[in-house]
C-alpha cells in the first residue's frame, strides 16, 4: 500500500514550475529547487522519509522528500536540511510547498494515518560533524503544518494535484546558522520544495539618496531609520531618511539631496551638463544652454566663460549673456551763448549689450598758441555733473573769455575698463573768444539787522564791456557746502533779506557781461544781529508775518494731525468692524459666543491657507522629530509614532501625520487644514497640536501621542474589561471635549468612537477635525441621496436628509459613540444596510440598550436620539448628567436587562417595528443561520423568544460572542415590542 502511495506521488505529479518570483525584498538563504546537485539531507530512521530525485525538462534535478508509512502505528520519522547560514538574517521565513493526502481516501487506516506534520529548527554556530548523533529534543517545533488542500484518489485519477504553500515566521535567530527538520508522525506526505529566505529593503535610490540593503527589525512594528548618502555629484539639503519596515518596505522618506552645479538629475542620478551648458546653482534645476557670448567646452560646467572681447562685470550673474563696453558717442556738438555752454552728442552705436551705460565729459583748458593745456578740474562747473550722466547732453558753466576749451565724451558701461583697450572717446573743442570781466572790488557790510545784510562793493577794474548785473551767492557759515542762495542786483549793492539773527554768512559777487562771468570775489564773512540789536527795530512787520506764519503752521500742523488722528480712527473703527463681520461669518450655524470667550474660525475663509496654518501652528524644525514606527496609514499618507524634542524641555512621544510626496496643492491644503483647525483648541480632551512641518518635505502634522489609539479598536481588543464607572468617565470626557467644541462654535460632524483616542490613563480625546466638512477620508462616510458624503450610522436625521449640521447633530453623534462604548465597539446597527437605518430610524426605531448597560445611560442614549434636534440634550447637560451618575454610582445600577416595565421613550409613543415569525426576526438582525437552533430547542414564537436570557441563547448553540450580544439586544428590543403592543392592546 505504502509502495503503492509512493508511486503515485511521484509519478502521477504533474510538472510543478516552482519559479522564484524574483523578490528584490527576499534574500533566499536555500531554495531546493535551485539546488542542481545532491540535496544530502539526511533522514532518521533511513527508511522513514525517501529523498527522490527526478530531472525536468532542462535536465535540472526536482528534489522531493516522501514518507507514506499510513498504514503503521507510531510513526517518528525526521528529515533534517543540511545547514543553512543565517547571513545577516534575524529572522527567516521558512516556505513550504508540499502535498498532503486526504486519510479518508486511503482505505484501512482509521487510527493510523494522520494529516499534518511538524517543523522543527535547531541552531548552531556551525555545522555538525558527519559523525554527530542525531537527537530530536534538541529541535525546537516551530509550528504543526497541516494541508489546506489534501488530495483524494478521485483527484489522483484525475491528475488534479492540491499542492499547499505554507509560510512559517521564525526569530529572532541568534546563532550563525541553523537546521530545519521535518517530522512525520504517520501522514502522506510529498514535499516538493522548501525556501528559506528573510526579508530586507533592499538598496534603493530616493530623492538622489542612495540607501543600503536593510533588514527589517524582528519585532515588526518597530521601524529601522536609515540614513541615504546623496549620489555622485549631490548634496544634501536636509538628510535624507527612509525607514525600513518590517515587510522589507521602505516607508516614510524624508530630507533630500540636490544636483551640484554642473550637474542636473536625470533618472535618479546627477549628470553632467553637456558642452554648450551650465548650471550654476545646486538643486533640482536643469542646465542651462550657455547665454549669448559664452560658451563651455567641458562637461560639468558651473558658468560659461565670455568669447574673446565679451566680459562679465563683477555684479553680472551667470545667467546674463557677456557683453563688451560700449563704443565711442556720436556727433558731439557744441551751443555757446553769453554764459553756458551745451555740449550735445548721440548714443554710441555699439552699447556693448547692457543697458548700464553713462557718459563721462573731461574737460582741458588750453592756454594762447603755444600753452600746454591742462585739466580744467574746479573751474568750470557742468550741469548736472561731469561724471556719471545719463542723458545726452550737459551744461558747461564758469568757462573763462579767451580760452580754448576740449571737452572728451565718454561713453562707459559695466565692462568698460575690461581688456585694456584704448577708451573710444568723442572730443569737442571750444574757443570762448571774448574775456569776461575782472574781479569786482572788496565786499563790504554797510548796515545789519536780525534779518538782512546791506552789502556794497567796487566795479571791476576792466569790465571789458557793460555789466549787466551781478550775482550775489551766500550761505550760512555754519552750513557751509550743504546749501546757498543767490540773488541779483544790477547795482553794486545789495541788501540781502529773510537771514535768521545772530548767524554768520558767508558772501562773494562776481560781475557778468555779454562775453559771461567774472570769477567769483574773495569770499567775505558778516553776521546778522541779535533780537535786542537796534537795528532789529525795523523788522517789526516782518516779524509779526513771521510770527503769524510759525502761528498759522503750528495751527496747521495741529489740524492735520487732528484730521490724520480722527480719519485714522474711523479707518480703524472701520477696519475693526470689518474684521469683527469677518469673524463672524467665520462662525459656523450663526454661533454667536459669549462676551470674552475664543471662537473658532473657520480656515477655509482664510483667502491664503498657508496663512491659517502659521497663525495657528507652530513651524516645528524636522531634526527635533524622530520618527519610530509607522502606525497606521491615513488618506494623505503614514501616521507614525515618534518623538518631539523641545529645547529646555523633556522630549515628548507624539503622533506624526505624513503628506505622501506628489500631493497637489488642493491636497496639502485639505491635509494642513486639520492642523489649522486643531490650532485652535486647547483643551484636555481634544487632541493637541504640537505643530507642523511646511517648509521641508514630507509636510508633516505632529500631535500628542495617545498610547492605546483609536477607541473602538481599543474596546474591542478589551472586550468586557472596564467597570461601568470606568467606561462612564470615558464618555464623560468626550463629552466634556465635545462641549468645548460646541461653546466655541464648532461642529465636528464625524464624532465616532474611531475618531477618538485614548491615552494610557484612559483619558478620551476628540480626535479628526480635517474632514469635518469633507468627509472624504471616513470608510464610514457614504454618499447620500444629496451627493454629501456621510457616516449615515451616526448622523442625525436632519443632517442626513437635509445637511443641517450643527452641535445638536453632534449630539445625536454622541449618543451613538455612547452606545459603542457600553457595548465595547459593537457596529451601532449592526449589518443592516445605511438604507435600513434610515428607513428604521425614520419609523422610530432607535438602537436597544448594549448587554449590561445602566438604565440611565440607555435613557440618555434615547435622548440624544430625538427627532426635535431641540428637545436634545446640549454637551453641558450631558456633562452634568454623567458628573451626577459618578457621583451616584448607585444610579447605574439598575441595568436595562433587568427592566421588566417599559423604559421611558425618546418619543411619547416610540414605533418599534414588529415582526411577525422568528424567521423575519432573525433575518432583520442578519443571524438567520440561527433559525433551526431555536426551532429545535422548542422557541417557536417570538413570544417565548422574548423571554430568553443569555445563557438559553449559549445552551442553543449560539457559541460566537457578538452573536450573543446581537441576538441578546435585539431580545430586549423584542421585549419593549411586547410591552408596546400589550399597553395598546394589540396582540401578535
Ligand atoms: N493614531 C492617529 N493619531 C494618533 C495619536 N495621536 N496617537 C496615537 N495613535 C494615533
Not at 11 to 39: C, H, K
Request: charged fraction near 25%; aromatic fraction near 10%; include cysteine.
Amino acid at each position: 500500500m505504502s509502495f503503492r502511495l509512493i508511486f503515485c506521488l511521484i509519478f502521477l505529479l504533474p510538472r510543478v514550475i516552482l519559479s522564484d518570483p524574483s523578490q528584490p525584498n527576499q534574500v533566499v538563504l536555500l531554495d531546493t529547487t535551485a539546488v542542481l546537485g545532491e540535496l544530502g539531507w539526511k533522514t532518521y530512521p533511513v527508511n522513514g522519509w525517501d529523498a527522490i530525485t527526478e530531472m525536468d525538462e532542462q535536465n535540472r534535478p526536482i528534489h522531493t522528500f516522501q514518507v507514506c508509512h499510513v498504514m503503521e502505528p507510531n510513526q517518528n520519522n525526521w528529515l533534517r536540511s543540511n545547514w543553512i547560514p543565517r547571513q545577516a538574517a534575524q529572522k527567516i521565513y521558512v516556505e513550504l510547498r508540499f502535498t498532503l493526502r486526504d486519510c479518508n481516501s486511503i482505505p484501512w487506516v482509521s487510527g493510523t494515518c494522520k494529516e499534518t506534520f511538524n517543523l522543527l529548527y535547531q541552531e548552531t554556530d556551525e555545522p555538525r560533524g558527519p559523525a554527530a548523533r542525531f537527537h530530536p529534543a534538541d529541535y525546537a517545533k516551530i509550528d504543526t503544518i497541516a494541508a489546506d488542500e489534501s488530495f483524494t484518489q478521485t483527484d489522483l485519477g484525475d491528475r488534479v494535484l492540491r499542492l499547499n504553500t505554507e509560510v512559517r515566521e521564525v526569530g529572532p535567530i541568534e546563532r550563525k546558522g541553523f537546521y530545519l527538520a521535518f517530522q512525520d508522525v504517520g501522514a502522506c506526505i510529498a514535499l516538493v520544495s522548501v525556501r528559506v529566505y528573510y526579508k530586507k529593503c533592499p538598496s534603493t535610490l530616493r530623492n538622489l539618496a542612495a540607501f543600503p540593503d536593510t533588514v527589517p527589525r524582528v519585532d515588526s512594528s518597530s521601524l529601522v531609520e536609515v540614513r541615504g548618502a546623496c549620489v555622485e555629484n549631490a548634496e544634501e539639503r536636509d538628510t535624507p531618511k527612509l525607514y525600513c519596515g518590517a515587510d522589507g518596505d521602505w516607508l516614510v522618506p524624508l530630507g533630500r539631496c540636490v544636483c551640484s552645479v554642473g550637474h542636473e538629475e536625470s533618472d535618479g542620478l546627477c549628470l553632467a551638463c553637456r558642452p554648450g551648458f551650465y548650471k550654476a546653482f545646486a538643486g533640482n534645476i536643469k542646465c542651462s544652454k550657455c547665454p549669448p557670448h559664452s560658451f563651455s567646452h567641458s562637461e560639468g560646467s558651473a558658468f560659461c566663460h565670455c568669447e574673446k572681447d565679451f566680459y562679465r562685470a563683477p555684479k553680472d550673474p551667470a545667467t546674463m549673456a557677456c557683453t563688451r563696453p560700449p563704443s565711442a558717442p556720436r556727433n558731439p556738438m557744441f551751443t555757446i551763448n553769453e554764459t553756458a555752454l551745451f555740449l550735445e552728442w548721440m548714443p554710441p552705436s555699439d552699447t556693448g549689450g547692457r543697458k548700464d551705460l553713462t557718459y563721462n565729459v573731461l574737460c582741458q583748458r588750453c592756454g594762447g598758441a603755444g600753452q600746454a593745456c591742462e585739466p580744467c578740474d574746479g573751474d568750470v562747473r557742468f550741469v548736472p555733473r561731469p561724471l556719471g550722466l545719463t542723458g545726452t547732453s550737459v551744461a558747461v558753466q564758469d568757462f573763462v573769455a579767451n580760452a580754448n576749451y576740449t571737452f572728451q565724451i565718454e561713453a562707459v558701461n559695466g565692462v568698460s575698463g575690461m581688456g585694456r583697450k584704448a577708451r573710444p572717446l568723442a572730443n569737442v573743442t571750444v574757443s570762448t573768444e571774448q574775456a569776461g570781466p575782472s574781479l569786482v572790488g572788496v565786499v563790504r557790510k554797510d548796515w545789519a539787522s536780525q534779518n538782512s545784510i546791506a552789502l556794497s562793493w567796487q566795479e571791476a577794474e576792466q569790465p571789458h564791456g557793460a555789466i549787466l548785473d551781478y550775482e550775489i551767492k551766500y550761505y550760512e557759515k555754519e552750513q557751509e557746502q550743504l546749501s546757498y542762495s543767490s540773488t541779483r542786483t544790477k547795482s553794486p549793492s545789495v541788501i540781502v533779506s529773510g537771514l535768521k539773527p545772530s548767524t554768520v554768512y558767508v558772501f562773494h559777487v562776481r560781475a557778468r557781461t555779454l562775453a559771461g562771468y567774472s570769477g567769483y570775489s574773495p569770499k567775505s564773512e558778516f553776521a546778522t544781529g541779535d533780537e535786542n540789536s537796534e537795528e532789529a527795530s525795523d523788522q517789526g512787520p516782518v516779524l509779526v508775518i513771521v510770527t503769524a506764519a510759525v502761528g498759522g503752521f503750528s495751527l496747521l500742523v495741529i489740524l492735520t494731525l487732528f484730521l490724520l488722528i480722527t480719519g485714522r480712527c474711523q479707518w480703524y473703527i472701520k477696519a475693526k468692524m470689518k474684521s469683527e463681520e469677518k469673524r463672524r461669518t467665520h462662525y459656523q450655524n450663526g454661533h454667536v459666543p459669549f462676551p470674552g470667550m475664543k471662537t473658532y474660525v473657520d480656515p477655509d475663509t482664510y483667502e491664503d491657507p498657508t496663512l491659517a496654518v502659521h497663525e495657528f501652528a507652530k513651524e516645528i524644525d524636522p531634526s527635533r522629530i524622530r520618527i519610530e514606527r509607522v502606525i497606521g496609514a491615513g488618506e494623505f499618507g503614514e501616521v507614525c509614532s515618534g518623538r518631539l524634542r523641545t529645547p529646555g524641555k523633556k522630549e515628548i512621544p507624539v503622533a506624526i501625520k505624513t503628506l505622501k510626496g506628489g500631493y497637489t496643492e488642493r491636497q496639502r491644503r485639505d491635509f494642513l487644514r486639520e492642523a489649522s483647525i486643531m490650532g485652535q483648541f486647547d483643551n484636555p480632551n481634544i487632541i493637541r497640536l504640537e505643530g507642523v512641518v511646511t517648509k521641508s518635505r514630507p509636510v508633516m502634522i505632529v500631535v500628542e501621542y495617545m498610547e492605546n489609539g483609536s477607541l473602538d479598536s481599543f474596546l474591542r481588543k478589551h472586550d468586557g474589561h472596564f467597570t461601568v464607572i470606568q467606561l462612564v468617565g470615558m464618555l464623560r470626557g468626550i463629552a466634556s471635549g465635545m462641549m468645548y467644541l460646541s461653546d466655541i462654535g464648532y461642529v465636528h460632524r464625524d464624532l465616532a468612537a474611531r475618531n477618538i483616542l485614548v491615552d494610557d490613563n484612559l483619558v478620551c480625546k476628540v480626535s479628526d477635525f480635517g474632514l469635518s466638512r469633507v468627509l472624504e477620508d471616513d470608510p464610514e462616510a457614504a454618499y447620500t441621496t444629496t451627493g454629501g458624503k456621510i457616516p449615515i450610522r451616526w448622523t442625525a436625521p436632519e443632517a442626513i436628509a437635509y445637511r443641517k449640521f450643527s452641535s445638536a447633530s453632534d449630539v445625536w453623534s454622541y449618543g451613538i459613540v455612547m452606545w459603542e462604548v457600553m457595548s465595547y465597539g459593537e457596529r451601532p446597527y449592526w449589518e443592516m444596510s445605511n438604507q435600513d437605518v434610515i428607513l428604521s430610524i425614520e419609523e422610530g426605531y432607535r438602537l436597544p440598550a448594549p448587554m449590561g448597560c445602566p438604565v440611565a445611560l440607555h435613557q440618555l442614549m434615547l435622548h440624544c436620539w430625538q427627532k426635535e434636534r431641540n428637545r436634545r440634550p446640549r454637551f453641558n447637560d450631558i456633562v452634568d448628567f454623567l458628573d451626577k451618575l459618578i457621583r451616584n454610582p448607585g444610579c447605574l445600577l439598575t441595568l436595562v436587562d433587568d427592566v421588566q416595565s417599559f423604559p421611558e421613550s425618546p418619543e411619547d409613543t416610540p414605533e418599534y417595528p414588529l415582526f411577525i415569525s422568528i424567521g423575519d426576526w432573525l433575518d432583520s438582525i442578519k443571524m438567520s443561520q440561527y433559525k433551526n437552533n431555536f426551532l429545535a430547542a422548542g422557541y417557536t414564537t417570538l413570544d417565548s423568544v422574548s423571554t430568553m436570557s443569555i445563557d438559553d441563547v449559549r445552551r442553543i448553540g449560539v457559541s460566537l460572542i457578538g452573536h450573543q450580544r446581537r441576538i441578546v439586544s435585539s431580545i430586549q428590543t423584542l421585549r419593549l415590542q411586547f410591552l408596546h403592543v400589550q399597553q395598546s392592546g394589540f396582540h401578535v
